[in-house]
């Protein structure tokens, strides 16, 4: 009720969607709407992972380790029944979106090993107590300047009592983890663009941009323009296919996705730390996705007796009193989240006339202020109905 009146946020905690099926369909038909709504990850086709370490190699004329991958993975016919996932599509997840993302987490990874491995060298490397410090500033001193800069050097001497080795080690830890927060938060907040997914027909689209002569008349730059559009649109049914991007400091070798098995290898210099990849990859894998249509994380089927359906037959406009048999006897869905362009592409199966959400902000910018305001009535009425 707080955050229905008082906060009244955009983006609420809990968001909701709720719709029917039309008349005449079944479960089976809400089964196949939630498998294909249904988000899977590349960790929930995974069925077993092994790592095998090559201590020593060369490679590019490079002492180096090599460090091998490889993943089995469940065959389609293990993944939801009514998906539309093949062979090819996981292929081309992991040898496209899983290695790019793969490749940065190790970056990451191994820049996070590396700072770890240099406060280590610094505190040992360091000095061990104020004193020493304090006999180093005043030795300088002499042999710099002289009865004029004692004066100076015992300045010195009383800021490096003060300050002493503690201190220094806490500046050190309160710098280190503001580096860490800000590779976190770079990890965060990075663009699309370096999640390696490119659209290889929009580099040809450029390409063939920067082709165009100047002596082209108006008349003719319309007339490509539409044969160009009319291509596009051609395209966009088939399903892209999209290619890897590589980075300046990669360090894959070898990559192939072939059959139920995928199989990476990469290279690590000698002076650079052990890296536990089994655990890198299996995060990465989390953060993946072989399947992931919209907003909605979740889909169950439920029926229209459910209190957050809103249900009254076959016209909606006369708001009839139906039965709670008759309701409980009719399909819905429950989604966790709000995405409605995603439940109108099944409305052939669903009955979009009583699509409904408790977000009261997106009800006002899809539907209008009349379904916000029932929104807000049916929300209060739902909140003090237990009551």
């Known amino acids: 009720l707080q955050e229905i009146l008082m906060t009244a946020a955009a983006d609420i905690k809990t968001p909701i969607m709720t719709c029917p099926l039309l008349k005449g369909k079944t479960n089976d038909d809400a089964s196949q709407i939630t498998d ?4 899977i990850t590349v960790a929930d086709i995974i069925k077993s992972m092994e790592v095998s370490v090559i201590p020593f190699a060369v490679h590019g004329g490079e002492v180096c380790s090599i460090h091998k991958l490889k993943i089995n993975l469940y065959k389609p016919e293990h993944y939801p029944k009514h998906t539309d996932i093949t062979e090819e599509d996981w292929e081309e997840t992991m040898t496209v979106t899983f290695l790019r993302k793969l490749e940065d987490a190790i970056e990451t990874h191994m820049k ?4 770890i491995r240099g406060i280590k060298i610094e505190k040992d490397n360091g000095p061990k107590s104020g004193n020493e410090t304090d006999n180093d500033d005043s030795d300088s001193g002499k042999k710099a300047g002289g009865d004029d800069d004692d004066d100076d050097d015992e300045g010195e001497d009383t800021e490096a009592d003060d300050l002493g080795a503690d201190e ?30 490119v659209d290889p027909e929009m580099d040809d689209d450029e390409d063939e941009d920067g082709e165009v002569s100047k002596e082209e008349t108006p008349e003719e730059d319309t007339l490509e323009a539409k044969k160009e559009v009319k291509s596009v649109q051609q395209e966009s049914k088939k399903k892209k296919r999209q290619r890897f991007v590589s980075g ?6 070898f ?17 650079e730390p052990h890296i536990l990849l089994a655990q890198v990859a299996q995060k990465t894998a989390q953060k993946v996705y072989v399947q992931n249509l919209g907003k909605i994380e979740r889909c169950t089927v439920a029926n229209c007796g459910d209190p957050q359906v809103i249900y009254y037959g076959d016209n909606p406009k006369e708001r009839a009193e139906i039965s709670n048999e008759e309701k409980k006897a009719s399909p819905a869905l429950h989604a966790s989240g709000v995405d409605f ?13 009583y699509l409904y959400s408790n977000s009261i902000h997106d009800m006002l910018n899809t539907f209008g202020v009349e ?14 109905k237990s009551y």
């Open 36 to 39: 294909k709504l249904r988000k």
């Open 112 to 115: 996070m090993l590396l700072r």
């Open 168 to 197: 220094q080690k806490r500046k050190k830890q309160a710098t280190d983890e503001q580096d860490y927060e800000e590779s976190d938060d770079d990890e965060k907040n990075e663009p699309s663009s370096v999640s390696g997914v």
């Open 248 to 253: 300046e400091k990669d360090r894959h070798i």
């Open 255 to 271: 990559a192939e996705g072939k059959g139920k098995t995928f199989e990476v290898h990469f290279k690590f210099h000698k002076n």
């Open 341 to 353: 362009a995603g439940l109108w592409e099944f409305q052939d199966k669903l009955d979009v006339r």
């Open 371 to 384: 379904a916000a305001r029932e929104t807000i009535i049916r929300e209060i009425n739902h909140v003090f």
